[in-house]
């Protein structure tokens, strides 16, 4: 199904200008509708849309006709009554998530509205810089484009009704570390669609690092935040089976929860779907590291390297891994490729310094430890060693 299937013509008197495309951005919004709905859209549905004191249409749908109308200030109400007629005529309803992503196009501005139909998205935002549609839609662009934190800074504070535009945005920028307009997208986009099996799935690997921020994670006050998060992730499973990230999800809350053997099992069967996802391999290797089994995490972090090779904890899981397995010069090695890789993270100069220190390397090891601090101010090194937190021989 394509728009080409749609006539809808833009038609207006001599006082506007009606942007070239606006016409085919109307016929795609209708059938984007349908189609969210499980629908599709006839090749006999057309119409027409003009303005002049106020916005006036038509759509026709199987040989059947309906006229709107309604004042400039709610023309998201009259696109959403051309849908319903639409779905009607195909003898369905509009989902209520897809009702309720209308009100995004809620704007006062007709020019504001036509340019967005029409794709020119700077000149609808120029217009009108607070409609929510056009700031979502800005926000995919800077994030196809990488720029995240872009697209955070265009979103923070925004109300997004669109649930399925709120939960490929958040995912987005869940993925790019954007944790806290991720949430607020994600929360709203789950309330507004419960149905979406990977927000679900996003939603409950944000809650459990959150958790981890706040140093819950596994101590006093995690039980209600852990419950709620198994709870999302184990009905992402159940509404997206097919998808390795959901189950890469449910693993990442046994993890948190300190039941290493259920979160393999669960990141075996992510990686069974996906078998070089980069992240569930370094998730997984991570796992068994925690477990104190370095010699089932070891072919994960190989594989992990092998699909990221630039990233830079997974040579410092292989510097624990070489560590615990008692090859120490393998492991400074790997840690000093760590460090070197990820010149910004301070754990992992930490990580540098420790190793350095067994291997009788202090002036490295201080070194290395002085980078930390410099990242982090208010980490306190100390100069015999454990700085990791955990307790290696």
Known sequence: MTTTDFAVTVVADGAWAIPEGAGAGLARLITEALERTGLTAPASLGGQLWISDRWQAEIAVNGERKAEEAPFALAHHLLARLAEFAAHQLGAELSQPVLRSFEDLATPSPAALLHFLAGNLRR????????????????????????????????????????????????????????????????????????????????????????????????????????????????????????????????????????????????????????????????????????????????????????????????????????????????????????????????????????ALKAGEREEALDAWARAAALEPGFVINPEGGNLGLEIS
């Not at 923070?156 to 945005?169: E, I, M, S, W």
């Not at 994960?300 to 120490?328: K, Q, T, V």
């Open 124 to 355: 609808a935002f120029e217009l009108d810089p607070s409609m929510v549609a056009i700031r979502t839609a800005l926000a995919r662009e800077l994030l196809g484009q990488n720029k995240a934190d872009a697209a955070a800074a265009l979103l923070g504070g925004l109300v997004v009704h669109d649930g399925f535009a709120g939960a490929d945005l958040g995912i987005g920028l869940w993925a790019a570390g954007e944790i806290q307009v991720s949430f607020e997208l994600l929360q709203a986009a789950v309330k507004s669609n419960p149905e979406n099996g990977l927000a679900l799935a996003a939603l409950s690997s944000l809650l459990l690092r959150r958790l981890e921020h706040a140093g819950l994670a596994q101590g006093e006050g995690a039980h209600e935040g852990w419950d709620e998060a198994l709870l999302l992730a184990t009905e992402a499973t159940q509404k997206a089976s097919d998808d390795f990230r959901t189950w890469a999800a449910l693993a990442d809350v046994h993890r948190a929860g300190g039941d290493f053997d259920q979160a393999a099992f669960f990141y075996g069967f992510a990686l069974r779907l996906e078998p070089e996802a980069a992240r569930v391999l370094k998730d997984a290797s991570a796992c068994w590291l925690q477990a104190r089994q370095p010699e089932r995490a070891l072919p994960l972090i190989e594989r992990a390297r092998a699909a990221a090779p630039a990233d830079a904890e997974n040579a410092g899981n292989l510097a624990f891994a070489r560590l615990l397995l008692g090859d120490a010069p393998a492991a400074l090695a790997a840690a000093r490729e760590a460090a070197e890789l990820g010149p910004r993270n301070a754990r992992l100069h930490v990580l540098h310094g420790e190793l």
